[in-house]
């Protein structure tokens, strides 16, 4: 959001927030489950995108480890994110790193009216099997 827009969002913890105004909520937040949101209903590595009012929530099928690690880790909330931050902003991945980055400058930026669940387009992420031990 900052690359595109310039605005920095401020990160908090749920239960720090008194929130006033627009709000992300990502993951299986309280706010989630209050707005309905069961993820445990997702099937695997799907996430929801819903928007009420102005809070947008992206809430996934995750599960436990490093969603970003090459084992076999359900993540469908960063899924969703990047669902999300293509929608709302136009960035696409390439390849990995900076280089293959390329997030479009807005002046402002607006979130549709997301009522959907999204899942990843692609199940397999890796080439071959990993030969590390610690793998699941």
Same mark, same amino acid.
């Given at each position: 959001i900052e690359k595109a827009s310039g605005a920095r969002l401020p990160i908090l913890a749920e239960s720090d927030a008194?929130?006033?105004?627009?709000?992300?909520?990502?993951g299986a937040?309280?706010?989630?489950?209050?707005?309905?949101?069961?993820?445990?209903?997702l099937p695997g590595e799907g996430a929801? +995108?819903?928007r009420i009012g102005d809070a947008l929530y992206i809430a996934g099928a995750d599960g436990p480890g490093d969603a970003l690690s090459t084992g076999n880790v359900h993540s469908g909330t +960063?899924?969703?994110?990047?669902?999300?931050?293509?929608?709302i902003t136009g960035v696409r991945w390439l390849w990995p790193g900076d280089l293959g980055t390329f997030v479009p400058e807005a002046s402002s930026l607006e979130v549709p009216a997301f009522d959907e669940t999204v899942a990843a387009r692609f199940t397999q992420r890796q080439l071959r099997p990993s030969i590390n031990p610690n793998d699941p």
């Open positions: 008194a929130v006033e105004g627009p709000a992300v909520y990502i937040t309280l706010a989630a489950a209050n707005a309905g949101l069961d993820v445990a209903a929801y +995108l819903k +960063l899924w969703g994110a990047y669902e999300a931050l293509e929608r």
